[in-house]
């Protein structure tokens, strides 16, 4: 497709498809070209390979690309909890009340994703966690694996003694012969609709981590599973249950091709709005939003802040029964590809809208401008945070706004008093 007049327009439909489709399958694609500029959307592999010291590949100031070198930092399963572990211990250090924690000895700020350990390098500490709650469930998943492959619950230490143990030796064979896993606490009480779990897939887009300036898509979607939950071990085996994934759920007997077992958050709103209210609702949305950010800079100060690069980010979040939002996961390439007619307005509207901010109005790309683009190029994005912004109202403004003391770059439309109510961490 082109970029004209900022907007993204397709050739034709067939072009569309299989642009898409590509996207994923070829690596990366031309996206738009004329004499004078390339924009390119590339896949991760591609990244590494374009900024490898051995390629010795320079690109231009017209030149883009939709990844930060490094993008694995936030990206991978491992890493992500390695940097937000790091970023709670430099924040107790520096005396942040950001980090304050409660007479259990929790974080009552930064605690949004569930106790994790990486595997084999955590055994030890993983069996003490364990043994403390012996009817738990936890559930591994692979480091570098996407769409749900590799991943497994367990609630027994035989069932992970007998996937990485040498029963000779009594000890785990090495890093190199396995490929490395995380395990994580299971989250067994989520928010169920119709009885069935649930996650959200919202869109982040990162345009520069330093400063932090990011953006929140406001077209997400809820993706859910076809079998109704149940907590009991007996199915602690069946992926239909447990795994929202779609590449997992659309071999479903109970798939449905229509709407594809999603609902937009729009949609998700309104039912919590009806039924648990709009405050404790808009709450919810706040906190989610709080947990985006702290997660982005958790990695901004290990980020590769290349001046050519730009991420669109696929957020993956679980909602418990008490509304406490969960960060499980976050993609760098995010599915564009459609499963249903609404999955592709909303992906053509991704793309096009993404695009309009990395490359205001359709112009010749230029890696040094300030990365601000003005409102009216926004389309179904809203900034999420400015850091350049949020360092004039002072260094405890995440605090005070968490406590909903002071509002930030946006504040919530006003409820039921006709007064604004200030969101909980802005």
Known sequence: FRIMAGKVKWVTDIEKSVLINNFEKRGWIQVAENEDWNFYWMSVQTIRNVFSVETGYRLSDDQIVNHFPNHYELTRKDLMVKN?????????????????????????????????????????LFVEEFRKNPSSTWIMKPCGKAQGKGIFLINKLSQIKKWSRDSKTSSFVSQSSKEAYVISLYINNPLLIGGKKFDLRLYVLVSTYRPLRCYMYKLGF??????????????????????????????????????????????????????????????????????????????????????????????????????????????????????????????????????????????????????????EVLGNYEVLYDEEMAQSDGPDRDLRSRSGQSSGVKGNRARDSGKPILTTWK
């Open 84 to 124: 937000i572990k790091r970023y709670r211990k430099e924040l107790e250090k520096e005396g942040s009340p950001l980090a304050e924690k409660d007479e259990n000895g929790k974080y009552i700020y930064l605690d949004f994703v569930p106790v994790t350990f990486m595997l084999p390098a955590d055994y030890n």
């Open 222 to 375: 809820c993706r859910f599973c076809t079998v109704k939950y149940t907590p009991s071990t007996s199915e602690l085996d069946n992926m239909f249950v447990h795994l929202t994934n779609v590449a997992i759920q659309k071999h479903g007997d109970d798939y449905n091709h229509i709407h594809g077992g999603k609902w937009t958050v729009s949609n998700l709103r309104l039912y919590l709005e009806s039924t648990r209210g709009k405050e404790v609702t808009n709450k919810l949305f706040d906190e989610i939003h709080w947990i985006i950010v702290q997660s982005l800079k958790a990695v901004a100060p290990v980020m590769n802040n290349d001046k050519h690069c730009f991420e669109c980010y696929g957020y993956d979040i679980i909602i418990d029964d008490k509304l406490k939002p969960w960060l499980i996961e976050v993609n760098a390439s995010p599915s564009l590809t459609s499963s249903t007619a609404n999955d592709r307005i909303l992906k053509y509207n991704l793309i096009n809208d993404t695009l309009n901010i990395a490359v205001p109005n359709g112009e010749i790309p230029d890696c040094k401008w300030n990365k601000s683009p003005p409102k």
